[in-house]
C-alpha cells in the first residue's frame, strides 16, 4: 500500500497568512494526487484534484503543486473559512489512500 | 442540484449484518463509478469499496474484502454497501461519493460526499 504522510499535523496561523501543507507519498505516483477540505460537522469536499486542477467552486487562493513522492496544497490568504481539516489522497493505484490529515487552526 | 443521501446506518452487534443505501439525484447516475468511504476519528479517512459504472466492476480495501459486498441498481439511482461479520473496527461514519469525472474509469477523485451514515458495532 502506498502510504500518505502530511505535514503538520496542525497548523496554528492568521488571517492573511500564506499557507502551506505538504503530503509526501511512500513511492512514485506522478500527479495522481488530490486534496479534500473538511469543515467540522462536514463531509469532506475536493479542493485540487490531479495535483493542480482547482475543484468547482474553490476559490484562486488555494493552489496546488508537486509531482512524484512531494506534494503542496497553498493557501495564498488565509480566510476565516478556510478553517477546517485537509486531506491528501492518492490514486495511483489500489488501495486508495489518504494522508492523516492537517487541522488548520486560527492563531 | 447533485446529492447524494445514506441511510441505513445504525447500532448493531459484532457479527451481524447491515445494508447501506445511497440515494443519488441531480446527475446520469449510470456514468459514473461510485465509491464507499469510512472515517473514524483514530483511523480518519478510508477507501471501502469502488463499484464501475454498469456495475460489472468491483474493488474493495483488504480490511473489507470476503465480508462487504458493493452493488448498484442504475435504474433506481442507488448504490449499496452489504457488510457483513461485522467487527467493532468497523464502526465508522460511511460516505457515500461520486467519481469526480463523468464516464471516467475510477477510482480517482471523489466529487461530491453524501452526509454519511454512522454505524456503531457493539455489544
Known amino acids: 500500500d502506498i502510504q500518505m504522510t502530511q505535514s503538520p499535523n496542525s497548523l496554528p496561523a492568521s488571517v492573511g497568512d500564506r499557507v502551506t501543507i505538504t503530503c509526501q507519498a511512500s513511492?512514485?505516483?506522478?500527479?495522481?494526487l488530490n486534496w479534500y477540505q473538511q469543515k467540522p460537522g462536514k463531509a469532506p469536499k475536493v479542493l485540487i484534484y490531479e495535483t493542480f486542477n482547482l475543484g468547482t467552486g474553490v476559490p484562486s487562493r488555494f493552489s496546488g503543486s508537486g509531482s512524484g513522492t512531494d506534494f503542496t496544497l497553498t493557501i495564498s490568504s488565509l480566510q476565516p473559512e478556510d478553517i477546517a481539516t485537509y486531506y491528501c489522497?492518492?490514486?495511483?493505484?489500489?488501495?486508495?489512500?489518504f494522508g492523516q490529515g492537517t487541522r488548520l487552526e486560527i492563531k | 442540484q447533485v446529492q447524494l443521501v445514506e441511510s441505513g446506518g445504525g447500532l448493531v452487534k459484532p457479527g451481524r449484518s447491515l445494508r447501506l443505501s445511497c440515494t443519488a439525484s441531480g446527475f446520469t447516475f449510470s456514468d459514473y463509478y461510485m465509491t464507499w468511504v469510512r472515517q473514524t476519528p483514530g483511523k480518519g479517512l478510508e477507501w471501502v469499496s469502488t463499484i464501475s459504472s454498469a456495475g460489472s466492476a468491483t474493488y474493495y480495501a483488504d480490511s473489507v474484502n470476503g465480508r462487504f459486498v458493493i452493488s448498484r441498481d442504475n435504474a433506481k439511482n442507488s448504490l449499496y454497501l452489504q457488510l457483513t461479520s461485522l467487527r467493532v473496527e468497523d464502526t465508522a461514519l460511511y460516505y457515500c461519493?461520486?467519481?469526480?469525472?463523468?464516464?471516467?474509469?475510477?477510482?480517482?477523485?471523489?466529487?461530491?460526499w453524501g452526509q454519511g451514515t454512522l454505524v456503531i458495532v457493539s455489544s
Open positions: 513511492q512514485d505516483i506522478r500527479n495522481n
Open positions: 461519493t461520486r467519481e469526480g469525472q463523468q464516464w471516467l474509469v475510477g477510482p480517482n477523485w471523489f466529487d461530491p
Open positions: 489522497q492518492q490514486y495511483e493505484s489500489l488501495p486508495i489512500t
